[in-house]
Structure formats: structure tokens, C-alpha cells
């Protein structure tokens, strides 16, 4: 049962634009959502995240929107440069201080010059 | 910043043998690591808590006496894969977060170790 969702695998978009992932969760009792970023052959590297109670969470040319009642949330990243291309995960966490990250498989992205 | 090290980062072996991974957090103390897995176009599957001093708890499906993990210190964690098998192939990645942290700091993970069975 895939707890955290991304239902595109692949997304692809010209610089300059604006990407967006989506990501949609399942269980009411995540708390917390992050956004992670990973190179072929390399760790996840953490890139923003939020907070339940919260419903926007901006950082430079990257923002997460959560809407809870849609049990959906997603990162937009204005403008889009070639060297965002990599694999975006969503993750979330379950409520109670536990560090146990759940993970969608992924979308990879592709900013074209 | 945190930064977690993970080796070797890729490692080939033979059918049978055991294979050893070590996760190592250089510039803070980690409490708790935790070992996850992940298949080809498949998302990370957390494996086990790898806890300080004490027993690692696994998650339900992983083998604790074919994946051991000792955390014998504040600042490593290791993964043994033991009678390695080809379906033991796979991308092992660590991960640990800085609890000297005040602020919700995010899990750091390594470079992961892909490991090959033949």
C-alpha cells in the first residue's frame, strides 16, 4: 500500500519555466512533508519542506504548497534551470517525533536549455 | 553543515558472501540512523532503526539476521548483508539527523552503496 504517491514518473519543462510535482499522501497522521532532490548513483540531498500547519513554505526559487484536505502537496520551482534535473522525492513523516520518512518512487525531472 | 558518509560506495561480491557497509556522520553525533533500501525506479523503503548502544528495529519483511546492524558508536552505523544473494542487489543508502539541532532539521543521508551480487 504506497502510503506517499507520485503518479508521474517524468516531467519535462524549458528553462526559465515554472516545475511542478505533485505528490499525494494517504495517511492523515503524516506531519510533516519534505521535498528531496537526488543525482544518479548519489544520496538524497534535502531541498524545503513543511509543516502540516502550515500550507506554503517558500525558500529561494522553490516552493511547497500542502493542501490537507486534498491530502496533496507540491513543489514549484521558479525559473527552472538544466541544473534541477535530477530525481525529486516527496516524503513524509509520521506524527509522534519518529524520524521514519515514508517516500514516493520518485519523479524525474528534466529542464531542457 | 551535516554531512553523513557512506562506504564503499559501490561494492560487487559473490553469491554467499557477506558484505559490510559502514555510515558514518563526521560532524555531529547520531543517536539514530536509519538504513533504507531502494530498488530500481522504486521509491527508498526504510530498513531498520539503527540505534546507539542498543538493538536496530526493523521494519516488517526485512530479515534481521541476514541484514545485521551494529551501531556501536555515536557517530557509525554498519550494515551486513550476509549470505548475499543476487536479489540482495540493490542501492543501500544511510541516513542520520543532527539532534544537536534545535530547529527541525531533516534527515542527511549518504551516498548510498550499490551493491551487486553474482
Known amino acids: 500500500d504506497q502510503q506517499v504517491k507520485q503518479n508521474s514518473p517524468s516531467l519535462s519543462v524549458q528553462e526559465g519555466r515554472i516545475s511542478i510535482l505533485n505528490c499525494d499522501y494517504t495517511?492523515?497522521?503524516?506531519?510533516?512533508f519534505l521535498w528531496y532532490k537526488k543525482y544518479p548513483a548519489e544520496g538524497p540531498t534535502f531541498l524545503i519542506s513543511?509543516?502540516?500547519?502550515?500550507d506554503k513554505n517558500e525558500d529561494g526559487r522553490f516552493t511547497v504548497f500542502l493542501n490537507k484536505s486534498a491530502k496533496h502537496l507540491s513543489l514549484h520551482i521558479v525559473p527552472s534551470q538544466p541544473g534541477d534535473s535530477a530525481v525529486y522525492f516527496c516524503a513524509a513523516r509520521v506524527q509522534g517525533g519518529s524520524e521514519k520518512l515514508v517516500f514516493g518512487k520518485g519523479t524525474k525531472l528534466t529542464v531542457n536549455p | 553543515g551535516a554531512v553523513v558518509s557512506q562506504h564503499p560506495s559501490w561494492v560487487i561480491c559473490k553469491s554467499g558472501t557477506s558484505v559490510k557497509i559502514e555510515c558514518r556522520s563526521l560532524?555531529?553525533?547520531?543517536?539514530?540512523m536509519f538504513w533504507y533500501r531502494q530498488f530500481p525506479k522504486q521509491s527508498l523503503m526504510l530498513m531498520a532503526t539503527s540505534n546507539e548502544g542498543s538493538k536496530a528495529t526493523y521494519e516488517q519483511g526485512v530479515e534481521k539476521d541476514k541484514f545485521l546492524i551494529n551501531h556501536a558508536s555515536l557517530t557509525l552505523s554498519t550494515l551486513t548483508v550476509t549470505s548475499a544473494h543476487p536479489e540482495d542487489s540493490s542501492f543501500y543508502i544511510c541516513?542520520?539527523?543532527?539532534?544537536?539541532?534545535?530547529?527541525?532539521?531533516?534527515?542527511?543521508f549518504g551516498n548510498g552503496t550499490r551493491l551487486t551480487v553474482t
Open positions: 495517511n492523515s497522521m503524516f506531519d510533516y
Open positions: 560532524d555531529f553525533q547520531a543517536t539514530t
Open positions: 513543511i509543516s502540516s500547519i502550515k
Open positions: 541516513s542520520a539527523r543532527d539532534w544537536g539541532r534545535r530547529d527541525n532539521s531533516p534527515l542527511h
